[in-house]
């Protein structure tokens, strides 16, 4: 025990020097003995005492690490988790979330064209697009033996950068791109060799609330009523399907847009389709309204036109109404209807024009329709079905002056019906089977079909 006292701590000194010899000449052996049993514990439980710090130690540094990895892997206040507690957009706003995904999906397709085949190279030999589907001239034998392609084009990848402000304003940036573009030179493209094909731009836009500028789906599209298809698109006639650059505006569930004008111009005279004059002024004007529940959702879209063509021009407009009916937990009912003058380029992939140009001079407007519908059933866990039925028709007017025999050429309907079954074994995996048979009917009562089987691997991630 210390004393705080500086005189008592001296006496007690003294005391003990002056005592010390005779405690040592008065110690019995047995005495001795019990001293060095108690120098031998002393040195055990200092051992002890040693042992016990450094395990402490340990244990400490044990739960900062632990703690770190904590906090690294903590929500953040959007309720996702953090991949790193250091930034990884340094250029960015700070606290900017970085999100990538995508998936890998292989395609291969044995396909049987009733009248010779979709040539190599082109985009009907990689889905299903009803305007490529051959249709040969009256009296013709075309060769119609099945070919087979494979291939990963579809695979796709996309990067975001979300940012939340002080204030509340949400600012997003998306980039999404896929490999279905081509090969990037003439050899490296080929499928002889490498199959190298160029990475293609699909969606890049910038959002500040409830404000959009960039590339991306059309105002006009419902892409949530699009059916669970092997194919690319699988209802391809009746479905709007567009991407383009266009300024959005969103508040609940109304939207308006102003999006790039292009006019497709079918000739009359010739037959000859251009795609796309570049000529235009006025954008193309949308409008969509969207309510949703958990019955699924309800889509009306309105589209406005101006089309020009040299010093022609004019005008169309169209509407679009869509959406998704839950059957319970197992089954939906997925449709869309399209009407207007000027659809063109907006359904099936520009199967029908937008305008028709007369021997005159005169450009006008070409009105189209079309629609599908699909039925999707959970089978199970882990296997879904799929049965689909889609159309699109034109009306092309006999009555505009130079019409003639090679404008009977022109397609006056296409219908298709696919069916089938997606088996996920393994989370985000999908491996899937589809039969589809497509129809296209020129104005002068010639068609041709396609049979086709598609089998597809896709892994989410």
Known sequence: MQTRNPRKRLMLA????LLAPG????????????EARIAQLEAQVQALLSAQQQQQASIAQTQTQLDEVKVAQAPAA???PKIQSTPILTAGNPNSTFSYGGFIKFDGMLTDTSDGAIADGSSGRLFYVPSTIPVVANGAEPDSDPYTDFHAQFSRFWLSADHVT????????????DFFGGGSNALAGNEVATNTYAVTLRQAYVSWNNWLAGQTWSNFQDTAALPDAVDFVGVTEGATFVRQAQIRYTKGGFSVSAENPQTTVN???TAARTNGTGSNTMPDLTARWVTKGKWGHFSAAGLLRQFKAGDETASGAAVSLSGKFNLGDSDDIRWMANYGDGLGRYMAFGLGPDTAL???GELHAVTGMGGFVAWRHVIGPKLRSNLMYSMAAFDNDKDLAGWNLLSEAATERASSIHANLIYSPLP???VGVEIGYGKRELEDSREGDLKRVQATVKYSF
């Open 14 to 17: 003294v005391t003990v020097a």
């Open 358 to 360: 007369d021997a005159n």
């Open 166 to 177: 002080d204030n509340g304003d949400k600012l997003k940036g998306y980039v999404e791109m």
């Open 428 to 430: 985000k995996l999908d």
């Open 267 to 269: 000739t009359i005279a």
């Open 78 to 80: 959007d309720g996702k």
């Open 23 to 34: 405690l040592a000449f008065g110690q019995t052996a047995k005495e001795k003995e019990l």
